[in-house]
């Protein structure tokens, strides 16, 4: 595999990614930047990239709009948490899981 290239799970990553905008768009919002950020994916170096860019803003207005249309578990931060925290350095996935947890949402991984 060449440095950067998308692995098997990189991939599997930005097809939940991407279900989760398809998710939101069914129920009327549409996620136009984060949607622009996703398109600019094409390697690993993109996809953490990308999470950081996302993850450091304070709160944004697409976790807000999931939030209000019950998707919490379909964001970014769900996804990382829940199903591909291996992906992430411990820095990130514990940003998710505070973001979340501040929302009223327990991500599954932390649920004990």
């Known amino acids: ?10 991939k599997e990553f930005l097809a939940a990614l991407d279900d989760g905008i398809e998710k939101s768009k069914e129920r ?11 398109k600019k994916v094409k390697d690993s170096n993109d996809i953490q990239d990308l999470v950081k860019r996302l993850l450091f803003k304070e709160h944004s207005d697409g976790v807000t709009k999931m939030w209000e249309l019950s998707l919490l578990n379909e964001t970014m931060e769900a996804i990382i948490c829940e199903r591909f925290h291996d992906l992430f ?6 940003c998710c899981r505070n973001k979340l947890i501040k929302l009223g949402y327990s991500p599954k991984e932390f649920q004990k």
Not at 29 to 36: A, L, N, Q
Not at 89 to 94: A, E, G, T
């Open 1 to 10: 595999m060449l440095k950067g290239q998308l692995n098997q799970r990189e």
């Open 28 to 38: 009327g919002y549409v996620p136009t930047r984060f949607i622009e950020l996703r």
């Open 89 to 94: 350095d411990k820095n990130i996935v514990n």
